[in-house]
């Protein structure tokens, strides 16, 4: 049920605090150690791969991105990320040294399955994140993480993208303390931190006032964009999907140093920009776009990092969103967006949950 909520959507963005917690606290033991059952995946096995491949599609391909973003920094492994469409029909480079990381919320895309086959034909081990227990990924696959997440009903994902998050983060921690390329210091100090990271989604919810005044601003709109760099751009990824799919507005992301390539030839007067700011090295670079948008006429809106320096000067709307350690920081900055997708499409009087054209599992090609 809806829970007293207006929406399946609402109620999986308030579910998310709980979804976070669930994924990573039920498998901590005693030692807080992360115990991950379903994964047979040894030292040995790790020690041979030579490359993980990561394939998925929407929503959870982007989950990916920032999976590849944690093994590579935590672990030390190289990662390719692909769209599972894209990655069955390229004779892609897998053997018996990959490790194939398949993501699905549902366990029944026909794409994600496919691909899944194909890498198994080539060799590859297979690991898949998913929500539903004993679905078709699920069964196929030689090791299993589960995302706590209970079930997602609305058809635009919310809670089952952040705990695909914090799966990856468990995994890359995982076979970081495996690999010993983390010292137990930096993984007890992750733990906590990911730990901490539900009572941080709600202080995001309880902004929820601030951010639906933004979300007027948007419903004006003919189109958006969204900038980001590094972590923030995969964000700014899913951020657009979420605004377009439910919303129906326009919206594009773009890597931030991007737009003088072409894209900022689209900005003129009042066009909304909301600039991503949550990475510490990258913030003055988001910064000086952010004053190039603003010079052709955009209306910025920044969801920065709380306590970035000079924001206020650049930004017309600002949206804070609690400090942890950068890496962790797509949890955060992705439920602003979230909120700002449900209030465009509600304030449009569009139907939230099931927004046209659109299936919740898609198991057709
Ligand atoms: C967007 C969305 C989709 C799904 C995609 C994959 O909000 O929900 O992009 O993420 O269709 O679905 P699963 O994860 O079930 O394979």
């Given at each position: 049920s809806k829970n007293g909520y207006s929406h399946f959507m609402m109620k999986e963005i308030y579910d998310?605090?709980?979804?976070?917690?669930?994924?990573?606290?039920?498998?901590?033991?005693?030692?807080?150690h992360i115990q991950l059952d379903d994964i047979k995946l040894q030292k040995e096995d790790l020690d041979e791969l030579n490359k993980i491949y990561i394939v998925a599609c929407g929503t959870a391909y982007h989950a990916g991105l920032v999976?590849?973003?944690?093994?590579?920094?935590l672990a030390r492994i190289p990662v390719e990320v692909d769209i599972a469409s894209e990655f069955r029909y390229s004779d892609p480079f897998v053997d018996d040294k990959t490790l194939l990381i398949v993501v699905s919320q549902s366990g029944e895309t026909a794409d994600t399955l496919a691909a899944l086959k194909e890498a198994k034909r080539k060799g590859a081990r297979v690991l898949a994140i998913t929500n539903v227990v004993g679905s078709s990924v699920a069964r196929e696959a030689d090791d299993l993480f589960y995302t706590w997440a209970g079930p997602e009903i609305a058809v635009a994902s919310t809670k089952a993208y952040t705990a695909q998050l914090v799966a990856f983060y468990m995994l890359a921690l995982h076979f970081a303390n495996t690999k010993g390329t983390i010292t137990d210091q930096e993984y007890v100090a992750y733990v906590d931190a990911i730990e901490g990271l539900g009572n941080k989604v709600e202080e995001i919810l309880s902004q929820k006032e601030t951010i639906e005044a933004v979300a007027k601003i948007l419903v004006e709109a003919t189109s958006a964009f969204y900038l980001g760099r590094g972590l923030d751009y995969t964000t700014a990824m899913e951020a657009a999907l979420k605004l377009k799919e439910i919303s129906y507005l326009h919206t594009e992301a773009f890597a931030a140093g991007e737009l003088k390539h072409g894209t900022i030839a689209l900005i003129e007067e009042g066009t909304p920009v909301l600039a991503i700011v949550t990475q510490e090295r990258l913030a003055e670079k988001m910064?000086?776009?952010?004053?190039?948008?603003k010079a052709r006429g955009a209306y910025v809106i920044a969801i920065a990092k709380e306590g970035t320096p000079h924001i206020g000067h650049v930004a017309d709307k600002i949206i804070e969103v609690p400090a942890v350690c950068d890496i962790l920081m797509p949890i955060l900055s992705v439920i602003p967006t979230q909120l700002l997708a449900y209030?465009?499409?509600?304030l449009k009087g569009l139907d939230v949950d099931k927004p046209r054209n659109l299936a919740k599992s898609v198991t057709v090609e």
């Open positions: 998310q605090p709980t979804a976070i917690r669930e994924t990573l606290c039920r498998r901590l033991d005693e030692k807080r999976g590849k973003y944690a093994i590579e920094k910064i000086s776009n952010m004053k190039e948008v209030y465009t499409s509600t």
